[in-house]
């Protein structure tokens, strides 16, 4: 688990002080995936290097599995960074060393015996399907490989957490999603904690359990998928399920609604219920379905007519655990 408590780091510039992260709290159960998004500038960069300790926040406190690492001696921090791993948005590989020598490198640095090591990397090798290219250099693999010795390197000191920065940013679609789904696999069996930092709302939709928004240093927005994607006013909701070419309104028609639902109601026939229950016609502006995750997720925008009686509709909606958005007619 990595627990968060009210991070705030502050630099000096001159005679300015400038707050990279302002109150950060968040905390991430065991065994799950949790995306950091946000913009170039919120904060990101900053809150992965607290969250290792190599910057040292200004206040606040961060702890892994209980452990707190704000406040231990340099000793203490060594052994605790050892159970944080890191993925970077490059793999930052050791470019003379073959594909076992650099996931032998963590455990080289702790006085490892040789063969404890041998064996550990040719079990982590395998794991990420790269037993084939052990004795490769990095020059002689692909930016996804590349990315699968990182990873392989980063599981070496089997960490309680694994922390990736943008690791897929400098990567293909493709590769992307092999990468995403190698992650969640070792989550899956591994059960390690997975903290990623993204502006891409791809690998938030493809293998993330929760979200957190990050905007000039504070989260001003947070929740698993279901709740974020349900809740119709905030800004997650609209970002990772958004809604294509909208079309046109019919000439003096009635209100439109928002519609976001998630689970077995993303299959069901929403709008021919809706038409059957009250007898009415009802235009479907846009709509997306998307599986989020291990989840399916729907967003539609209807009209009705002006007529209708869209109270009893809206209540009838939410009863059935729909979230709805009353949008102003054009």
């Known amino acids: 688990m990595i627990t968060v408590s009210d991070l705030r780091k502050v630099y000096r510039?001159?005679?300015?002080?400038?707050?990279?992260?302002?109150?950060?709290?968040?905390?991430?159960?065991?065994?799950?995936?949790?995306?950091?998004?946000?913009?170039?500038?919120?904060?990101?960069?900053?809150?992965?290097?607290?969250?290792?300790?190599?910057?040292?926040?200004t206040s606040g406190s961060v702890a892994?599995?209980?452990k707190e690492l704000t406040n231990v001696d340099s000793d203490a921090l060594r052994n605790a960074r050892r159970r944080i791993g890191m993925v970077f948005q490059h793999a930052n590989l050791f470019d003379s060393r073959t594909t076992e020598q650099n996931v032998a490198y963590p455990l080289e640095l702790v006085?490892?015996?040789?063969k404890e090591i041998a064996e550990k990397v040719a079990q982590l090798l395998e794991l990420v399907g790269l037993k084939k290219f052990a004795k490769g250099y990095p020059s002689q693999l692909s930016g996804g490989q590349r990315?699968?010795?990182?990873?392989?390197?980063?599981?070496?000191?089997?960490?309680?957490?694994?922390?990736?920065?943008?690791?897929?940013?400098?990567?293909?679609?493709?590769?992307?999603?092999?990468i995403l789904e190698l992650v969640r696999k070792l989550r899956d069996r591994l059960n390690i904690t997975v903290l990623i930092i993204t502006h891409e709302m791809h690998v938030v939709k493809q293998i993330c359990d929760s979200v957190s928004l990050l905007e000039a240093g504070k989260i001003v927005e947070h929740g698993d998928l279901e709740a974020v994607i349900t809740n119709a006013s905030g800004r997650l909701a609209s970002t990772l399920l958004p809604l294509p070419g909208?079309?046109?309104?019919?000439?003096?028609?009635?209100?439109?609604?928002?519609?976001?639902?998630?689970?077995?109601?993303?299959?069901e026939p929403v709008i021919s219920g809706i038409a059957r229950k009250f007898n009415t016609d009802v235009n479907v502006l846009a709509g997306s379905v998307e599986h989020l995750g291990d989840q399916q997720f729907a967003h539609l925008r209807v009209q009705f007519a002006p007529d209708v009686d869209i109270a009893a509709?809206?209540?009838?909606?939410?009863?059935?655990?729909?979230?709805v958005t009353v949008k102003e007619a054009k």
């Not at 006085?111 to 040789?114: A, R, S, V």
């Not at 909208?246 to 299959?267: I, K, N």
């Open 13 to 57: 510039q001159g005679s300015n002080d400038v707050v990279a992260l302002d109150g950060v709290s968040l905390e991430v159960p065991t065994g799950k995936i949790h995306g950091i998004v946000g913009h170039s500038g919120a904060g990101k960069s900053t809150l992965v290097r607290c969250l290792t300790l190599l910057d040292q926040p």
């Open 64 to 66: 892994v599995n209980g």
């Open 111 to 114: 006085g490892t015996p040789k």
């Open 147 to 178: 990315q699968r010795v990182g990873i392989a390197r980063a599981l070496a000191t089997d960490p309680d957490v694994l922390l990736c920065d943008e690791p897929t940013s400098a990567l293909d679609p493709a590769t992307t999603d092999e």
């Open 246 to 267: 909208e079309a046109p309104q019919a000439e003096g028609a009635g209100r439109v609604l928002d519609l976001l639902y998630t689970g077995a109601q993303a299959t």
């Open 313 to 323: 509709i809206i209540e009838h909606l939410e009863s059935t655990g729909i979230a």
